[in-house]
């Protein structure tokens, strides 16, 4: 099995290398623009937690993120405003609805709304939960302002989801080999096919969201190639699954015989045309 190079070792995940960048660009303007951020944690906050892999999976975050902020915010001061004198007895009932606001807003428990809301009703804003709002609102979007323009500017958006798929498709693949040569030895299979079927599911998932992300494959075309390999991948697991039920032995029908012989032909043939093919990309 060929070993991963030093470069890949230490290669970041495509997010974490966003965030990282993200958070830098942070620091190198706070000396220039802290003024206008009252909070920086926030910042921060609005970049790690809203960036992810594809533009797609960002903006709904990012949605979520401004609708939690503004919902449990508004929540937050009114529940305030309703006992002045007394607004942390309000934190409970508070709290339940801001968690209603979330699976009515964004079909989910969202817990920025909580946390917001309970942030404010402990005085987190210091008698002026307006103003504390106010300024958590202009963070919150500061970071997602910087999270967005590293995204767009980021290099080869296709290449890296591209790689990160056949990364695990690799992955699979090591688990057929896996599999295979434990058949021919003639040791138990079951859950290591198990976990190799839960492996190819993830991996079709995986293609699916490249392939509804318009920011890394334009045409459902463009993820063919994909589907050619997961369909081999997943064909080489159904024939391990019948040569698992149908074990070597001495001792065969003739008609098995020649089932059993086309299955670990046909195994064969797709394992090395699918390790080719992984080690040209």
Known sequence: MKKATLRERLALDPRVAKVLISMAICVLLYPFFGKYIVYP?????????????????????S?????????????GVVFYFIVPDHHFLMIPIAATVAVLWGYLFVGKFTPVMAVITVMVLVGKGEGEP???????????LIGLTIGFLVYALY??????MNRVF?????????????????YQKQEALHEDLVAAW?????????????????S????????????????????????LEILYHHPISENREPGLQEVISFHEETLDRLYGKTKQEIQLI
């Open 63 to 75: 949605i979520e993120r401004i609708i939690g902020t503004v919902a449990g915010g508004l929540t």
């Open 216 to 239: 890394f494959v334009p045409k459902v075309e463009d993820s063919e190639p994909m589907l050619s390999l997961i369909h081999d991948l997943e064909q080489m697991l159904h024939n």
């Open 155 to 160: 290099p080869k958006k296709k290449t890296e």
């Open 130 to 140: 307006v103003l504390y709002i106010n300024n958590r609102m202009i963070d919150t």
């Open 198 to 214: 839960k492996a190819l599911q993830a991996l079709k998932q995986e293609r699916m969201t490249i392939v509804n992300d318009s």
């Open 166 to 182: 056949y990364d695990h498709a690799k992955a699979c693949l090591t688990q057929i080999e896996k599999i295979r040569a434990k």
């Open 41 to 61: 944690t926030y910042v921060f906050n609005a970049i790690y937690i809203t960036a992810q892999l594809t533009k797609g999976a960002t903006y709904k975050s």
